[in-house]
């Protein structure tokens, strides 16, 4: 696995601390699926880049704060 750049940290940390913060939504699957919809309107910058399916790229993202 590669080891994440500064500027991919960063992202992640923004990410969790930004879906951690929204705690008017469950913290489950469906939390995630709304946060998704939330990060494409208000941050899409923030979602992860790349190949693949960025919502399964978010979920691993999020690994460990969500049910």
């Known amino acids: 696995m590669a080891r ?3 500027t991919e940290a960063l992202r992640l940390a923004r990410v969790r601390q930004l879906f951690r913060a929204r705690m008017s939504e469950v913290q489950t699957e469906t939390g995630v699926l709304l946060f998704y919809v ?3 309107k208000h941050c899409p910058q923030l979602l992860p880049s790349g190949p ?3 919502y399964e790229h ?3 993202d999020l690994a460990g704060l969500y049910k």
Request: charged share 25%.
């Open 4 to 6: 994440p750049t500064n």
């Open 52 to 54: 693949g399916d960025r």
């Open 38 to 40: 939330w990060l494409q």
């Open 58 to 60: 978010l979920r691993v």
